[in-house]
């Protein structure tokens, strides 16, 4: 087998776990209880960053890189219908502390 065709470890598929939790930590910390803070959207915002992310010669697609992210959570459809809810409860709950 060929090395160059397999896939090379790097630090760079850590950083949105690594976010997630400096994030998660710094929220608890600041706010004095790590109930307080909604994983919901730590998820979201790690998810974003790993949809942003572009490794040194990769030329994914937005489009691919989340049919790759489906794809590894199991039943496509399924998951980016699970994407489509998360957007949507971000962007309500946006506009609910609009109106308020």
């Known amino acids: 087998m060929n090395d160059s065709n397999q896939n090379k470890e790097s630090f760079l598929g850590l950083v949105p776990l690594l976010i997630f939790l400096a994030v998660y ?19 979201f915002l790690a998810m ?12 994914k697609t937005f ?3 989340v049919d790759m992210f489906c794809e590894g959570g199991g039943d496509k459809t ?11 409860l971000v962007q309500c709950t946006q ?6």
Not at 25 to 43: H, T, V
């Open 78 to 88: 399924l998951i980016l219908m699970v994407i489509i809810y998360i957007c949507l």
């Open 48 to 59: 974003t960053i790993s949809f942003i992310i572009k490794k040194p010669g990769d030329n």
């Open 95 to 100: 506009q609910i502390q609009l109106l308020t």
């Open 25 to 43: 930590f710094l929220m608890g910390i600041g706010s004095g209880s790590f109930n307080n803070f909604p994983l919901l959207i730590g998820m």
């Open 63 to 65: 489009t691919e890189k």
